[in-house]
């Protein structure tokens, strides 16, 4: 008797449904951390963008030259480069470049 209450309390098919979903729980967090932005390449995507916006900001009052203007573009884009490679540059293990990127 206390085998067939066993057998109406857990049934196989509910603990096989109740596996399945904590492993497809499981399998939905790796994956959003796994698409997860880089912390660093956020900093320096939000920090590009506001020296940007800073340096046309003066440019558009006149308070600083066309080459320094210039100057701050190229800048800009140097930190670019780098928030890009900080985000998908980096190998699965996190160790440096991966193959398609220059050292």
Known sequence: MSRKKYKKRHSHSTMEAKRQAAQAKLADEKDRARKRMDPTARNL???????????????????????ISSACSIFGLIILV??????????????????????
């Open 45 to 67: 995507l939000l920090g590009d963008l506001v020296f940007l916006a800073i340096c046309q900001l003066l440019y558009s009052n006149g308070s600083i030259s066309n080459e």
């Open 82 to 103: 780098i928030a890009l490679w900080f985000q998908f540059g980096k190998r699965k293990d996190g160790e440096g470049p991966s193959g398609n990127w220059p050292s």
